[in-house]
Nanobody
Framework: QVQLVESGGGLVQAGGSLRLSCAASGRTFSRYYMGWFRQAPGKEREFVAA???????DYTDSVKDRFTTSRDNAQNTVYLQMNSLKPEDTAVYYC?????????????????WGQGTQVTVSS
């Protein structure tokens, strides 16, 4: 079982940048497929990005060309670099992990979740 801890959230003006980190426990991080999701107040949790074991990434359309996810297996960490932030990006951001399903846009594919980190983008 893996434990995930997100960090890096905060308050930023529109057009600004933030980098989220998700640190994973254990020695088998390289075996995990990692996902990023977000949940805004009153809305369902939605897919943001995912990265495979080898570093192949997928993004939801609304963040393509603005967000980049990457991983450092030696540091047991996955990152979400967020540029050109918009007020509609405001949400709690979660990282998630699975070992068997692969890159997935569906939250149910990920059995392991972090506690979330708040991102607030002011206009």
């Amino acid at each position: 079982q893996v434990q995930l801890v997100e960090s890096g959230g905060g308050l930023v003006q529109a057009g600004g940048s933030l980098r989220l980190s998700c640190a994973a426990s254990g020695r088998t991080f390289s075996r995990y497929y990692m996902g990023w999701f977000r949940q805004a107040p009153g809305k369902e949790r939605e897919f943001v990005a995912a990265i495979s074991r080898s570093g192949t990434a997928d993004y939801t359309d609304s963040v393509k060309d603005r967000f980049t996810t990457s991983r450092d297996n030696a540091q047991n960490t996955v990152y979400l670099q967020m540029n050109s932030l918009k007020p509609e990006d405001t949400a709690v951001y979660y990282c998630a992990a699975n070992t068997a399903v692969g890159i997935s846009k569906f939250s149910g594919a990920y059995p392991y979740w972090g506690q979330g980190t708040q991102v607030t983008v002011s206009s």
